[in-house]
């Protein structure tokens, strides 16, 4: 196996030139002005100091840079990956204490290590199994979950809780202490970031500038909302009048720190870990997808799982936390031009120059105003078209993602990701266990068979066909034993079934007993079973087995050519061309 599949570098490495370089350094410019105060404000969304949001934002890009398929993804702390840190570290400790520090750098590792075991066993195909419906609820629940557990930073009240009653319950009991500079802070910095996302780039364009520069430097707009409300506590000394601030950073590089080896942390945080992993993977790799899209390039899904793996540990032993792909800033580095993922390494080399020297500047960053940035990042998360959308499609699906909102919304984000998952298997396995099947006639003057229900086809009382249009398992085989002798029950001159299989893609053994029992009782029944258009590894798998032998019937290569020939069977057997006779009659040849 070829060295590059598990080392992506080494692919895209070697075209690297000075023009790939030139690109890659003006998107880490700009993707570093907007992750840092994202990474401050996600780090204390999770109950962290907000340095180690800053940590989290250096060694895992570079350890996702070297082992990562994506061209654009922008690895580092996201807010639903946060607020579900929070969630399973504070049931360990409290917020902020030395040992929910712990437990948040042992959930990186797990993590990691899942990501990791689960990309080298190529399962990534496990993303699919959660639905889209669900994903996109549970992403909206979480971001008004985290949307109004920033209020009481904007307000200076206290407030607390993981579900959305106990936090509006908390919230509403403590509106009598608000600090009003505080709020003004925060209600400023919240119009105001509104207006950038969307009158900035407007106005800048009237102005003369590019739509590509007005729009990187609308993005970079809360780089001006934390220089201007640090300049405002500073000159008007509101930290006096109850503004809480950041206060100091420490000015140093991410430190060297090992994951607390504690047999009882890691079983309490195995199931955290793990539903961590799953959603932070969903979501990252959805991003890389539609971003490699665009420019018609790929991504290995399972390569992804031991990039992502790889930047949770890197993340665990520099003191960071859980990390993943974060949309917002990918989409700033793909529109700034980033070529390969050297951009992000450049990145985390541009936050650990601030890391360094510029937390000092950050002192006087008001709390509020980090509490703005991630309000208004995270209510772009919140979907409320695509419910809409689903309900008129699929009201299963809309039940599903209604939900899994409600559950996370009512009882928090953990068993709100378990709901989730719960729903998108038993959505899954229900459909697979009542696959569709139809009867089915040929189309007049042609050789393709449609649903009876649906076209005006040609059918014998003689003949039954049934196209099985799912796969057979042992999830719907004992139906497919009810549905096949329900058919028959109703068809009194029945001779020959045939079973079409054009969308079979397996039959395992299980479903092999259900079609041998069916054979044995159509032949009590003096039926025949016949199969067509039998795809060649099913029938590799039936050669295998004893009902080639056993079968009635016959294996035809296509459904007109099984028909055709049971057609002149029958009419030898019965009263010669009566049925072609009735269907001169109707109309039909």
């Known amino acids: 196996m070829s060295l590059g599949r598990y080392l992506p570098i080494l692919i895209w490495g070697r075209a690297y030139n000075s023009t790939t370089l030139t690109n890659d350094l003006v998107a880490a410019a700009i993707v570093t002005i907007m992750l840092i105060p994202q990474s401050l404000a996600y780090a204390m969304l999770a109950g962290l100091p907000p340095e180690v949001g800053l940590y989290a934002s250096i060694l895992p890009i570079i350890a996702y840079a070297i082992f990562g398929t994506s061209r654009a993804l922008a690895v580092g702390p996201v807010a639903v990956v946060s607020l579900m840190t929070l969630t399973a570290a504070s049931a360990i400790a409290p917020p902020g204490s030395a040992q929910f520090i712990a437990a948040a750098l042992v959930l990186a590792f797990l993590s990691g290590a899942i990501l990791l075991i689960m990309g080298v066993l190529r399962l990534g195909f ?153 959603i932070g993977f969903v979501e990252s790799v959805s991003v890389a997808q539609t971003l490699a899209a665009k420019k018609r390039q790929r991504i290995d899904p399972d390569q992804e799982l031991i990039g992502l793996g790889s930047a949770n540990i890197a993340a665990s032993f520099t003191g960071g936390y859980p990390v993943t792909g974060g949309f917002a800033r990918s989409v700033v580095n793909f529109d700034a031009g980033a070529q390969t993922p050297a951009a992000g ?9 601030a890391a360094l020297f510029l937390t000092p500047l950050l002192a006087s960053l008001p709390i509020a105003t980090l509490a703005a940035t991630i309000i208004v990042a995270v209510l772009s998360l919140v979907d409320f078209k695509t419910p809409r959308a689903i309900w008129t499609y699929s009201k299963p699906d809309f039940a599903a993602m209604a939900t899994t909102v409600l559950v996370t919304l009512l009882a928090g984000v953990e068993s709100g990701v378990m709901a989730g998952v719960g729903l998108s298997l038993a959505m899954f396995l229900w459909r697979s266990s009542r696959p569709h099947a139809a009867i089915v006639g040929r189309v007049p003057k042609t050789e393709h068979f449609r649903n009876v229900k649906r076209h005006n086809v040609l059918t014998d009382p003689r003949i039954l066909t049934i196209r099985i249009d799912e796969s057979l398992t042992y999830l719907n085989a004992r139906w497919l034993e009810t549905f096949v002798l329900e058919q028959v029950a109703d068809q009194p001159d029945l001779r020959h079934l045939i079973l079409m299989c054009s969308a079979v893609n397996a039959i395992d053994a299980s479903a092999l007993e259900s079609v041998e029992a069916i054979n044995h009782r159509l032949t009590d029944g003096g039926i025949q079973l016949h199969l067509s258009e039998v795809k060649g590894p099913v029938m590799d798998a039936l050669e295998r087995s004893h009902l080639i032998h056993d079968l009635t019937g016959k294996i035809w290569l296509s459904q007109n050519e099984a028909f055709s020939a049971l057609m002149i069977l029958a009419n030898d057997l019965d009263e010669p061309n009566k049925q072609e006779d009735l269907w001169l009659a109707r109309g039909l040849i």
């Open 345 to 353: 390494a450049y990145t985390a080399v541009g936050i650990a120059v």
């Open 126 to 278: 496990l993303a699919n199994l959660l639905s889209h419906p669900v994903v996109s609820g549970f992403i909206t629940a979480s971001g008004l979950i985290i949307a109004t557990s920033q209020f009481k930073s904007i307000l200076g009240i206290s407030g607390s809780g993981e579900a959305m009653p106990e936090l509006l319950r908390t919230l509403f009991a403590n509106l009598a202490d608000t600090n009003l500079p505080t709020s003004i802070i925060g209600g400023t910095a919240i119009a105001f970031l509104f207006w950038v996302r969307k009158g900035l780039k407007p106005l800048l364009i009237r102005l003369g500038l590019n739509p590509r520069a007005a729009d990187l430097t609308a993005k970079a707009g809360p780089i001006a909302a934390v220089a201007l409300s640090t300049m405002a506590v500073v000159l008007f000394d509101l930290e006096a009048a109850g503004v809480k601030v950041v206060g100091t950073i420490p000015q140093s590089l991410p430190p060297f720190t090992l994951p607390l080896f504690d047999a009882d942390l890691w079983r309490q945080l195995a199931v955290p870990a793990l539903l961590l992993s799953v």
